[in-house]
């Protein structure tokens, strides 16, 4: 099955800095890729998700790559803010599969 | 409109014993997944029900767990005989088809003792 490797585990940054998450997946035939939230206690909430038939989709301060031929891609966020820090999951899906593999997750934190 | 839910939020039980665990997903949603979450990592995936049918089960990780979806909404998912390694918190999910994005519970947090 797919295997989704996610790096760092741990990022700390100061107010108004950038995050930058990335992951690697291993089946070439992966085409959705989405990013998911998850704060505290609470649920994952998707945030942003990308197609293999693109390479980048921004949404405000967010934004994803996709490098098809390295496998890998990324998630930016610009202008941090305290509200940012949560744990972030990316993931992906084989074509036409349905079941999400998920990374281990990176804990965010945003120093003010 | 409501979101996906789940009950108990959270459920404590013994070593042995068995447990069913509840998924509302979101009306009108065909596809229903269910998660599980140890602490520290991501989900990981269970079970694909499209409709009524369990088109997916290959995530179960023995034959002590077992889910339904009888009317094609809501779900449960049954542990039989639960050991301490089945502690974790369980996540559903449901997508409005197979292949479309898939918005969570809450999840239930199983503790075995």
């Known amino acids: 099955g797919e295997n989704v490797e996610q790096h760092p585990s741990t990022l700390s940054v100061q107010e108004g800095d950038s995050a930058v998450i990335k992951c690697t997946y291993s089946d070439s035939a992966s085409n959705y890729f989405p990013w998911y939230k998850q704060e505290l206690g609470k649920r994952p909430q998707l945030i942003i998700d990308i197609r293999s038939n693109v390479g980048e989709k921004k949404d405000q301060r967010i934004a994803v790559t996709l490098n098809k031929t390295a496998k890998h891609f990324s998630l930016h966020i610009t202008e941090t803010q305290p509200e940012d820090s949560a744990v972030y999951f990316c993931a992906a899906s084989l074509f036409n599969d349905y079941k999400l593999s998920f990374g281990a997750g990176t804990t965010v934190t945003v120093r003010a | 409109g409501a979101g996906v839910s789940q009950t108990p939020s959270n459920k404590v039980t013994e070593k042995g014993k068995y447990v069913e665990l509840r998924c509302d997903p979101i009306?009108?949603?065909?596809?229903l997944y269910w998660y599980r979450q140890s602490l520290g990592q991501g989900p990981e995936f269970l079970i694909y029900f499209q409709g009524t049918g369990a088109a997916d089960d290959s995530g179960l990780p023995n034959d002590r767990f077992f889910a339904v979806r009888p009317e094609g909404s809501v779900s449960t998912l049954k542990i039989q005989r639960t050991e301490r390694g089945d502690s974790a918190v369980y996540l559903c999910?449901?997508?409005?088809?197979?292949?479309?994005?898939?918005?969570f519970g809450p999840g239930t947090r199983l503790t075995v003792l």
């Open positions: 009306s009108g949603h065909t596809a």
């Open positions: 999910a449901s997508s409005l088809r197979g292949l479309d994005t898939q918005y």
